[in-house]
């Protein structure tokens, strides 16, 4: 594939997230002593850094990526909420979508870094379901924005906070499937099974043992079956499951297989889900068969594991390597 292929193709879609977002924020220091009062390390501040993360970390993919996105959410009407949608603003994200409620505050994942290393992660968040009035507000919304500018694709990014609802998730894969618009869900365990009619169902090795309640190898065999017994429970028509230094395993209606992780130095895992889940939503946005989806999103998540805390996909560099 030509170097400029990728972008190419990925600056003419447009793609959609709904779910749960949140502020990842950094407090980064040097540790050079032991506290007095107590046996643990003191920091001395230096940065701070804030960061999108969650379903707010995969609309940053996609339009990393080039791409047209816009993001659909709940949050609250509180500093947070300013915080990230000051990076999604400065990234120029469409964050209109996220509809602020007093009845629950931002999700926020602090993470205290000390010398390179994290020390200490403390979060703030309302894991409660929307109220009927916040699901009305949300789908109305995500629905008028997709009838205005129909997007090639939508993600659906569930971290069992509290937004993606069983009447929202129904909703949502309705709407998309009226109007012939791919859906692809990175799901938790909660609402693992209320995804049935999804276009692709992005779980993680350890999200499908949970699921299923099964020990699952990641071999083949092992992750046929288990697609099998999930496709009973909730049809979809294709799977992608991530299985971290062994790969993905990808399955549709005409093949399946193991595509091996490329050796990383890996810094940081935070992050790479909504990556692959991003990339992934761009590929099938492309009309790529599920193979390409599952080795162009496998690459593109171990790219991002090579930087420390949550980053976006540097779009030149996934086109250097799936060249």
């Given amino acids: 594939m030509a170097q400029s292929s990728l972008r190419k193709l990925f600056s003419s879609q447009r793609v959609y997230v709904i779910g749960d977002v949140m502020l990842d924020h950094y407090i980064l220091g040097k540790v050079d002593r032991i506290s007095p009062e107590a046996p643990v390390p003191v920091v001395a501040v230096a940065a701070y850094d804030d960061r999108a993360g969650g379903a707010a970390n995969v609309a940053l993919n996609i339009k990393a990526c080039g791409a047209e996105t816009a993001i659909f959410s709940v949050i609250g009407d509180d500093t947070t909420a300013k915080k990230l949608r000051a990076v ?193 939503a761009l590929a099938v946005a492309a009309k790529f068969p599920m193979h390409e989806v599952a080795a162009l999103s496998n690459l593109a998540g171990g790219l991002v594991c090579e930087h420390p805390g949550v980053v976006s996909i540097d779009i030149k560099k996934l086109e250097e390597e799936y060249a």
Wanted: charged share 25%; with cysteine; net charge positive.
């Fill in 88 to 280: 999604l603003t400065k990234a120029k994200v469409d964050h209109k979508g996220m509809i602020a409620s007093k009845e629950r505050m931002t999700t926020m994942k602090a993470r205290v870094i000390g010398n390179n290393h994290q020390l200490l992660r403390y979060d703030q968040e309302d894991t409660h379901a929307l109220s009927n009035k916040e699901e009305i507000a949300l789908f109305k919304a995500f629905s008028a924005a997709c009838t205005k500018k129909k997007p090639n694709a939508v993600v659906l990014e569930d971290y069992d906070k509290g937004v993606l609802t069983p009447t929202l998730i129904k909703q949502v894969i309705t709407f998309c499937n009226k109007h012939k618009i791919p859906t692809l869900v990175d799901p938790k365990k909660k609402h693992f099974f209320d995804y049935s009619g999804c276009t692709v169902f992005k779980p993680n090795l350890k999200e499908m043992r949970e699921g299923l309640g099964e020990t699952i190898e990641p071999n083949p065999p092992a992750l046929k079956k288990a697609v099998e017994a999930l496709n009973k429970k909730m049809p979809h028509e294709a799977t992608l499951i991530t299985l971290a230094e062994h790969g993905v395993f990808y399955s549709d209606a005409n093949n399946e297989g193991v595509i091996p992780a490329h050796l990383r130095r890996i810094a940081d895992v935070s992050g790479a889900g909504d990556t692959v889940v991003a990339v992934a």
